[in-house]
């Protein structure tokens, strides 16, 4: 027993440990409108009520204005899941054409953010998911039998429309029903105007790109605006939904083909004028704004990605910045008093050649950085004092989602958890919004604020106005509020615009002694630090007269509109989360084929949205080696120590494989598995399963007879990760399985350990792990390790885990109470491996390691698409080719499949 007492104080460790919130045991309930189900955390101390609560009092609302621009009502009811996963404002869509769903995170986004540009978050993100839903969940009119017979989860608009379209579109929805949000605001504005005068607005290529800077988001504000073009320059208010008609229609001519009959032109033909038209207007916005006198401070740096967290020390001698680039992202410190550098590298002078040209930037290096710890990111820094800077990361709790933990950094020498709350001298000042108002924080009290804000706001030198930055006459710029002291309390003065700039500039960053700031300026090329001399104004408060412009609401915003919404109605009252709600039931499949046989499993399950209750019922066929059998599954994770129940019936011949056919081994196997298992997703993840199975064995030759296997165990794994920077972290965990049975009156003990290393290089994971294994008591032929093949979806893994699996190899190929393997690995999920196995009797020597080589991919659905997993179960695939090294397998090469499915 004293070799199981880590495994069983694990167990009873996860049993008691408590205070879930969005984990699928927690608490959870449900709001219930006409056409929606609103699923939220309930837990009070998580804070989802009043958010879903807004949901709930909106949505049919902006249902029915989406439905009406949409020109489609989508099949309901529709699935509406609230969690706050990543600490982040977004939202997902699954406009499926059975059983749409939608995915809202809680947290508001960043005053200075695209999505901050609507009166309510909770409006804006459920406008735009919906408008995917009731956009692509649209079927095929008129299918054919082919296509009814398969039966294709997404609709011809989601399969054939790029990416352009499909978020280019749900931006112009959601700007049209909320009033607001990206194409009425200023962030669209300003990329398509910064794009446009340096020449790099997207071709038609790349319009549905994700990379490049900035470059995820074309698809949402280009896209957009490209749209309201087509539709403006076709003279049709309907030509839109005329295009969605023809892309459903039975004559089948896909997107461009629709596109043309719509419009008359392709896309590509089309958007290239598009973007001549954009072009010329901002570069007409531009002249206009140069002859009316720019005030943009002078250059200090740039970087190539953007720029947060700007702030001067409190005596003066040091800027911190959180940078976001693509190679080494994180919070750096600049000493005040360094000058700029010129072009890399030194180069002799020539006689008579006239010097270079010097950048219009120049180049700084940071005197301190503090990268990416641990996978995390530091951000929201500000200076504690003259010495320390004060900062977040995100750290996982136990369901894996990530909180915001305080951190204190004292540059050049390291970083520790905070144990004093961020300063207020040259922080951000706290600022909220209530209604249509924001209001500022300070220590003497509240003071609501004249102008809208980007971004942070901050006292100045003297402590007697704001600095922020708002939009002046459809453009960011900095601004100044002074503030005055009456017997009511704190009151802002009137606002000054203290830049006029062509692109974007925000966050302000006073220097102590008054006499000037630093600030972000927006480029095409990523974000500049600039610097402003105070104090300073622009000549004259007039915006400049700009030409007429060719096209409307792109190089310079239109003020927002009404939307389509009245007063908010009260949410229906809201009752506990049930199951059946959501629960969808689809087909399940599976295959293994292998050395060891072929066998393809068929069938059906399902699961509720939370993934609480999901079951399936399998059948397996195949050659004669098999397994061939059937087997139903459930599990309930409505417990933190969720059980699962697999009961089974299946029939292996190992004498028929195709390779090294082995005798005695051919039974039929009848039985049940029960496990539970806890899982912690914390900086150290664990996950541990106490289990219990039995199972009736019947020989399929000779005169032995049919036994009856029963056993009791646990596993359990445990690990973590640490990294610093981008390039290199280090992995490790360790895991193991024990067990106690007794097969025929016989009984035995079964331990496996294992422990892995992985090593994260620039290039690729490297990673070495190692397992042992031993037997003991008085174990049957059933019961001892057996080298070869793996094991299918049937079959639960505690009633399997005598077997050492290898898919490359066929099964029993040795057979022991002792196991030792070896595996070195290059990749994770695209991967090259050597592995080396041995299974031997402990009373023998241990015999030479089976070796085998080879090339796998991996894909777990649960752990990259978590959201189709509740479609098609918990689907594992592996595929591979592999090159046995030893043994009678020596010099074949062998290609594998291997794809379980489990509830």
């Known amino acids: 027993m004293g070799r199981w007492l880590p495994l069983v104080l694990l167990a009873a460790t996860a049993a008691r440990a408590g205070g879930p919130a969005q984990a699928p045991h927690a608490p959870w309930r449900t709001i219930q409108t006409a056409h929606y189900r609103v699923h939220y955390p309930a837990s009070p101390a998580a804070g989802f009520e009043p958010f879903a609560r807004e949901v709930a009092s909106r949505v049919e609302e902006i249902h029915a204005a989406v439905v009406k621009e949409v020109g489609f009502e989508a099949k309901g009811p529709v699935q509406v899941l609230v969690r706050d996963p990543v600490g982040e404002a977004n939202g997902l869509a699954y406009p499926l054409l059975s059983g749409p769903w939608i995915e809202v995170w809680r947290t508001p986004p960043e005053s200075d953010s695209a999505l901050s540009e609507a009166p309510s978050w909770a409006d804006l993100v459920v406008t735009h998911e919906l408008a995917h839903v009731h956009h692509l969940a649209r079927p095929r009119v008129r299918p054919t039998l082919v296509e009814r017979i398969l039966a294709l989860p997404a609709g011809p608009i989601a399969l054939a429309a790029p990416r352009w379209v499909t978020e280019g579109y749900a931006t112009v929805v959601e700007g ?18 910064s794009w446009a005068l340096t020449g790099r607005l997207p071709d038609y290529g790349a319009l549905s790109r994700t990379g490049g800077y900035r470059g995820g988001g074309m698809a949402y504000l280009v896209g957009s605006a490209y749209l309201e073009w087509l539709e403006r320059r076709s003279g049709d208010p309907d030509s839109l939904r005329t295009l969605w008609k023809r892309l459903v229609s039975p004559k089948r001519r896909g997107f461009e083909k629709s596109f043309r009959a719509t419009f008359g032109e392709g896309p590509r033909d089309l958007y290239d004028r598009f973007r001549a038209e954009v072009t010329r207007d901002a570069l007409e916005l531009e002249r206009a704004m140069r002859e009316a006198g720019v005030v943009e401070g002078e250059p200090w740096a740039a970087f190539d990605g953007d720029v947060a967290d700007l702030s001067v020390s409190p005596d003066g001698s040091r800027l911190l910045a959180r940078v976001s680039t693509p190679k080494a992202p994180g919070l ?33 290096e940071p005197r301190f950085t503090l990268g990416r710890i641990d996978g995390s990111l530091p951000h ?3 200076w504690l004092d003259a010495e320390r800077v004060h900062f977040f990361l995100k750290r996982p709790d136990a369901e894996g989602v990530l909180v915001r933990r ?28 209530r209604g249509g108002a924001f209001v500022a924080r300070l220590a003497e009290g509240e003071v609501e604020l004249p102008f809208e804000p980007v971004g942070p706001v901050r006292l100045d030198a003297s402590g007697e106005a704001l600095l922020g930055a708002a939009a002046v006459d459809g453009i960011w710029n900095l601004v100044r509020t002074p503030l005055a002291r009456t017997d009511g309390g704190l009151r802002a003065g009137p606002v000054r615009a203290l830049t006029r700039t062509v692109t974007a500039a925000w966050n302000p960053a006073p220097a102590p002694d008054g006499r000037s700031l630093f600030f972000t300026r927006l480029t095409a090329r990523g974000t500049e630090i600039r610097r402003l001399a105070l104090p300073a104004e622009p000549d004259s408060t007039q915006a400049p007269e700009v030409p007429r412009p060719m096209t409307t609401g792109t190089v310079l915003s239109l003020p927002p509109r009404p939307g389509a919404f009245g007063e908010r109605a009260e ?6 989360y ?49 397994p061939r059998g059937a087997g139903v599954a459930a599990a309930w994770r409505g417990f933190r120590l969720a059980p699962a129940l697999t009961a089974f019936t299946v029939l292996v ?34 996950w541990v399963s106490p289990h219990a199975g039995v199972e009736h064995v019947g020989f399929a030759e000779g005169d032995e007879p049919s036994r009856t296997r029963a056993l009791l165990g646990v596993s359990a794994e445990a690990g973590r990760e640490w990294s610093r920077g981008e390039a290199w972290g280090l992995a490790l965990s360790a895991g193991g399985t024990a067990q106690a049975g007794v097969t025929s009156g016989e009984s035995w003990q079964l331990l496996r350990a294992s422990v892995r290393v992985t090593v994260r290089t620039p290039l690729l994971p490297l990673t070495a792990s190692s397992e042992a294994g031993t037997l003991g008591g008085d174990p049957s032929s059933l019961d001892r390790f057996f080298l070869g093949g793996t094991t299918g979806s049937l079959v639960p893994p505690e009633l399997d885990a005598s077997r050492v699996a290898q898919s490359a190899l066929p099964s029993y190929l040795a057979t022991g109470d002792r196991l ?19 299974v031997w009797d402990g009373r023998d020597a241990r015999p030479p390691f089976t070796r085998v080589a080879g090339f796998e991919v991996e894909l777990d659905v649960l752990s990259v698409m978590p959201a189709v997993a509740w479609r098609v179960g918990r689907l594992s695939l592996v595929a591979g080719v592999h090159r046995p090294l030893d043994g009678p397998m020596e010099g074949r090469t062998v290609a594998t499949l291997v794809a379980t499915v489990r509830p």
Do not use: C, M, N
């Not at 029903?177 to 504005?189: E, M, Q, S």
């Not at 305080?406 to 600022?431: H, L, Q």
């Not at 393997?821 to 592995?835: D, M, N, P, S, T």
């Open 578 to 626: 049930d199951v059946f709600d959501s629960t969808k039931v689809s087909s399940r499949s599976a295959a293994t084929v292998t050395p060891s046989g072929t066998s393809y499993e068929i069938g059906v399950g399902g699961s509720d949205l939370l993934g609480r209750f999901p079951w399936q019922a399998l059948a397996a066929f195949g050659d004669v080696a098999g």
């Open 380 to 382: 929201r820094a500000s």
């Open 653 to 686: 011949r190992p004498s028929a494989q195709r390779f090294e056919p082995v005798d005695g081994f051919d039974r039929s196997r009848t039985g049940a598995g029960l496990s539970f298992r806890a899982e912690g997703l914390g900086t150290t993840r664990w």
């Open 571 to 576: 949410a229906p009252p809201s009752r506990p």
């Open 406 to 433: 305080p951190y204190v950094w004292r540059p050049g020498e390291g970083f520790s958890p905070a144990t004093e709350p961020a300063g207020a001298r040259g922080g951000p000042v706290p600022v909220e919004r």
């Open 332 to 364: 750096r410190v600049y000493l005040l008093g360094e000058e700029g550098a010129g072009p890399d590298g030194a180069e002799e002078e020539v006689p008579d050649e006239p010097p270079d040209v010097p950048p219009p930037v120049p180049k700084r």
């Open 820 to 838: 030792l393997g070896l595996r070195f690995q290059a990749g994770q999920a695209v991967r090259v491996y050597l592995e080396e196995v041995a």
């Open 176 to 193: 049209r029903v909320t009033g607001g949000g990206r194409p009425f605001g200023a962030y669209r504005a300003v990329v398509l105007r």
